[in-house]
């Protein structure tokens, strides 16, 4: 402790009031009188390590006129219900490591400056419901042991609650975060409700004891969490980072003009992602999914790569990369190759070289399995899946029979291919008819001219 502490006891932390020598809360009544008539609004409030009661929070308050300045609250602990409805704090507050037995309510307090409650610790419930920050808050490593409500509070410079404990119910329902709100590494045992929030948020490494419902309308990060119910992301307009995120209970990605990545997570629960407008969804790669259903996406630039699970994902109404058209000339067999367009994976562009280097999780062998196991509900993307599938165990070098298949009818998919090829042998078989049958026409005895059949 760096302040003088109160001269009662060896066991009192309260900051020591002059000339007394005692905290507040040791101060016979006469000369606490005093010192309460000495604060004034806007001034400095120093309680650090006090115990402090609801009567002498009530007089302290009073004689502040409501409106205190720079606030010292560091480990004091607070043993009766905490109201401050309407208080405004004039200057910086600071509660780090102090300890609220009963309600804490900040309902309604404004504060002008920043907030520190960092190690804070609230035995009952804690009310941040409507409060009005201008600076920066934080709650890291705090212990919320009951419910926490959030809901509606402004935040001016952002939130961290970097580590922090929500034992109880939590809820975020309509805060606006300004400069954006850090919950890395923070842990919620029981519900939490971050729906219409505004403002970017980050719950890397976080965990989710129970359900999990997010919602923002500024970029949301769940990299590395971990939920052990269900996992409900609603997102409009923004990104959503879901990267090794592993959920063990059903899992909900609504998109709306805004993008997603999955890479690398784990979802043993059913999941689903959905899109709306302008909704693309980056990477699947080594994503370990049972059941994935994909709705209203742009896939065109999404990775399958290392995908667990491809029987397992069903699409619908998505788009995917189309491959380029056209013939083409190489020094390979067969030396002429022509192509048709189809819908395609992002992962195929890397083997041709179409779109950045080659992924060793993209071999034509894998895509191949990728493209057998995917089930896209429409028989046109389902027609090119299963042409693709062929085309990669082809370029795998899967027997000889596969290239003839795909040079004479496209593996039976192209029959196009297959008449071309027979009007082509017809045509040469007709030209070589038409060439032999015409030396053979001058040599005939009946067309030899008029004066040699006199002889």
Same mark, same amino acid.
């Given at each position: 402790?760096? @302040?003088?502490?109160?001269?009662?006891?060896?066991?009192?932390?309260? #900051?020591?009031?002059?000339?007394?020598?005692?905290?507040?809360?040791?101060?016979?009544?006469?000369?606490?009188?005093?010192?309460?008539?000495?604060?004034?609004?806007? /001034?400095?409030?120093?309680?650090?390590?006090?115990?402090?009661? =609801?009567?002498?929070?009530?007089?302290?308050?009073?004689?502040?006129?409501?409106?205190?300045?720079?606030?010292?609250?560091?480990?004091?602990?607070?043993?009766?219900?905490?109201?401050?409805?309407?208080?405004?704090?004039?200057?910086? #507050?600071?509660?780090?490591? %102090?300890?609220?037995?009963?309600?804490?309510?900040?309902?309604?307090?404004?504060? *002008?400056?920043?907030?520190?409650?960092?190690?804070?610790?609230?035995?009952?419930?804690?009310?941040?419901?409507?409060?009005?920050?201008?600076?920066? #808050? =934080?709650?890291?490593?705090? #212990?919320?042991?009951?419910?926490?409500?959030?809901?509606?509070?402004?935040?001016?410079?952002?939130?961290?609650? *970097?580590?922090?404990?929500?034992?109880?119910?939590?809820?975020?329902?309509?805060?606006?975060?300004?400069?954006?709100?850090?919950?890395?590494?923070?842990?919620? +045992?029981?519900?939490?409700?971050?729906?219409?929030?505004?403002?970017?948020?980050?719950? *890397?490494?976080?965990?989710?004891?129970?359900?999990?419902?997010?919602?923002?309308?500024?970029?949301?990060? $769940?990299?590395?969490?971990?939920?052990?119910?269900?996992?409900?992301?609603?997102?409009?307009?923004?990104?959503?980072?879901?990267?090794?995120?592993?959920?063990?209970?059903?899992?909900?990605?609504?998109?709306?003009?805004?993008?997603?990545?999955?890479?690398?997570?784990?979802?043993?629960?059913?999941?689903?992602?959905?899109?709306?407008?302008?909704?693309?969804?980056? =990477?699947?790669?080594?994503?370990?999914?049972?059941?994935?259903?994909?709705?209203?996406?742009?896939?065109?630039?999404?990775?399958?790569?290392?995908?667990?699970?491809?029987? +397992?994902?069903?699409?619908?109404?998505?788009?995917?990369?189309?491959?380029?058209?056209?013939?083409?000339?190489?020094?390979? @067999?067969?030396?002429?190759? @022509?192509?048709?367009?189809? /819908?395609?994976?992002?992962? *195929?562009?890397?083997?041709?070289?179409?779109?950045?280097?080659?992924?060793?999780?993209?071999?034509?062998?894998?895509?191949?399995?990728?493209?057998?196991?995917?089930?896209?509900?429409?028989?046109?993307?389902?027609?090119?899946?299963?042409?693709?599938?062929?085309?990669?165990? /082809?370029?795998?070098?899967?027997?000889? @029979?596969?290239?003839?298949?795909?040079?004479?009818?496209?593996?039976?998919?192209?029959?196009?291919?297959?008449? $071309?090829?027979? %009007?082509?042998?017809?045509?040469?078989?007709?030209?070589?008819?038409?060439?032999?049958?015409?030396?053979?026409?001058?040599?005939?005895?009946?067309?030899?001219?008029?004066?040699?059949?006199?002889?």
């Amino acid at each position: 402790m760096d @302040w003088v502490t109160c001269a009662y006891s060896a066991a009192c932390t309260g #900051v020591a009031s002059r000339p007394s020598g005692f905290c507040l809360a040791h101060l016979d009544p006469e000369p606490l009188a005093a010192a309460l008539g000495e604060l004034a609004p806007g /001034r400095l409030l120093d309680l650090r390590g006090t115990t402090v009661t =609801s009567d002498l929070l009530s007089r302290v308050l009073e004689a502040t006129g409501r409106r205190p300045g720079r606030t010292r609250l560091d480990r004091a602990r607070f043993t009766g219900d905490v109201r401050l409805s309407g208080v405004t704090f004039t200057g910086d #507050v600071s509660l780090d490591g %102090a300890r609220f037995d009963r309600l804490a309510s900040f309902f309604g307090a404004r504060f *002008e400056g920043n907030v520190s409650l960092a190690g804070v610790r609230f035995t009952r419930e804690l009310s941040f419901h409507g409060v009005t920050a201008r600076g920066h #808050v =934080s709650l890291d490593r705090a #212990v919320m042991s009951r419910d926490a409500l959030f809901s509606q509070a402004v935040f001016g410079h952002g939130l961290s609650c *970097e580590r922090a404990r929500f034992d109880g119910y939590a809820t975020f329902d309509g805060a606006r975060l300004g400069d954006g709100a850090a919950f890395r590494g923070a842990r919620f +045992g029981r519900t939490l409700s971050f729906r219409k929030v505004s403002g970017h948020a980050g719950f *890397e490494a976080a965990h989710f004891a129970a359900d999990a419902y997010l919602s923002a309308t500024g970029r949301l990060t $769940a990299a590395r969490a971990r939920a052990d119910g269900l996992l409900d992301v609603t997102v409009t307009r923004c990104g959503v980072d879901l990267r090794h995120v592993e959920v063990k209970g059903p899992t909900t990605v609504r998109l709306t003009d805004a993008q997603a990545d999955l890479e690398g997570a784990v979802l043993h629960g059913p999941a689903t992602v959905s899109g709306r407008g302008r909704s693309v969804l980056t =990477s699947l790669r080594q994503v370990d999914a049972a059941s994935l259903e994909l709705f209203g996406l742009d896939l065109s630039a999404c990775r399958f790569a290392g995908l667990t699970h491809p029987s +397992g994902v069903r699409v619908k109404e998505c788009t995917f990369a189309l491959t380029p058209r056209g013939v083409r000339v190489s020094l390979r @067999w067969p030396m002429l190759r @022509w192509f048709s367009r189809r /819908r395609a994976l992002a992962d *195929e562009g890397t083997v041709h070289g179409r779109s950045g280097p080659d992924d060793p999780g993209a071999s034509p062998d894998r895509l191949a399995a990728l493209y057998a196991g995917l089930r896209p509900t429409d028989s046109a993307t389902s027609a090119d899946f299963a042409f693709a599938a062929m085309e990669m165990r /082809r370029q795998a070098g899967h027997g000889w @029979w596969l290239s003839v298949s795909w040079l004479l009818c496209g593996y039976g998919m192209r029959m196009g291919r297959a008449a $071309a090829w027979f %009007a082509l042998v017809m045509a040469l078989m007709a030209a070589a008819v038409a060439w032999n049958s015409t030396p053979h026409a001058a040599q005939r005895p009946d067309l030899v001219p008029g004066p040699a059949l006199h002889r």
